[in-house]
């Protein structure tokens, strides 16, 4: 059973960079499947943010692509998103995902001075 957790911090402030990271148990990132970043708010419902291949090839959201970045680190078996000079509205629940089908339980994050 793939299992995911996300963690990083509650509150950002505007400007800064957010970090989370997803651990991942009962599968590889590296051998197969694809690993997602989408998150949710009440303004734009679910938001697909980026992916990272099992190869480590990234594709990123044209509309998010000049501020995500996201990473890996096989030996821990995590992968990381970084948002860089958020806004408020990056407001969301930030979930990572494994393809489709196995889902984190997702982390509120709030960007708020």
């Known amino acids: 059973q793939v299992q995911l957790r996300e963690s990083g911090p509650g509150l950002v402030k505007p400007s800064q960079t957010l970090s989370l990271t997803c651990t991942v148990s009962g599968g590889s990132i590296a051998t197969d499947a694809y690993w997602n970043w989408i998150r949710q708010s009440p303004t734009k419902g679910l938001e697909w943010m980026g992916t990272?291949?099992?190869?480590?090839?990234?594709y990123y959201s044209p509309a998010l692509k000049s501020r995500t970045s996201i990473s890996r680190d096989t030996s821990k078996n995590q992968f990381t998103l970084q948002l860089t000079s958020v806004i408020p509205e990056d407001t969301a629940v930030y979930y990572c995902?494994?393809?489709?089908?196995?889902w984190g339980q997702g982390t509120q994050v709030t960007v708020s001075s």
């Open positions: 990272m291949t099992y190869g480590g090839v990234t």
């Open positions: 995902t494994r393809g489709i089908t196995y």
